[in-house]
């Protein structure tokens, strides 16, 4: 089993909620709404039904960012332990009180992810932001550090739309395909990166997983 979903039967368990419980207490939230199971989520549904639960998890592959967060939202477990084995499993994670500059701000992930879609030195770099070359290197594998101020420049060198960098609007047109196959070759440099450190780039898959615009 994959240690994320090992780490994910952990949070449950902490939370005091089962696996099977809080699947079923989502189901019953959704049919009491009285709305149609989102295509996703039904294929999901639909796996269960066949399967069972353990079919979520009980496999060599990490779970998909948002079947983990579907469960985050039902038990308030800590989705920085789940990911990343950060913290005490029954902490929930509250961004909203986070630094500007912690990994799980999402304005962060963004950032990061436009540095990593640039095929340009972390030399080339250091001297845009009038930083050190070290410093851009911890930009692009911790996440974090970033002021606004530089982000904004980052945005300008990049030619990235701002209001997708800081808040996660997805602009019309040409503005918003372009972030749209940003995300995608940045996943497939991601992927085939992955078998030389598992660990390292399924943190960063699952990081780009919670900022993928959200018309794909």
């Known amino acids: 089993m994959h240690v994320v979903n090992q780490r994910f039967l952990t949070a449950v368990k902490a939370t005091g909620w089962t696996v099977e419980g809080a699947f079923s207490a989502f189901v019953s939230e959704l049919d009491e709404m009285g709305v149609p199971y989102p295509n996703s989520f039904q294929n999901i549904y639909d796996k269960v039904q066949e399967h069972g639960v353990e079919a979520l998890y009980d496999h060599d592959d990490p779970m998909p960012m948002g079947l983990i967060d579907l469960f ?101 047109g040409d503005a918003g395909l372009q972030i749209v196959e940003m995300c995608r070759r940045l996943a497939d440099q991601i992927r085939s990166d992955r078998d030389e450190a598992i660990s390292k780039y399924d943190g960063q898959f699952f990081l780009l997983q919670s900022v993928y615009p959200s018309t794909l």
Request: aromatic letters at 10%.
């Open 72 to 172: 985050a939202n039902v038990c308030k477990f800590s989705m920085e332990f789940v990911l990343f084995g950060r913290g005490k499993p029954d902490e929930e994670t509250d961004v909203s009180t986070q630094n500007f500059d912690d990994f799980s701000e999402k304005s962060s992930v963004r950032a990061w992810v436009v540095l990593n879609s640039l095929s340009v030195s972390n030399a080339e770099l250091a001297k845009v932001f009038g930083v050190s070359a070290g410093g851009v290197s911890q930009w692009r594998n911790q996440i974090c550090g970033m002021k606004p101020a530089q982000i904004d420049s980052l945005c300008s060198y990049a030619g990235v739309d701002r209001d997708w960098v800081k808040y996660g609007r997805l602009p019309d």
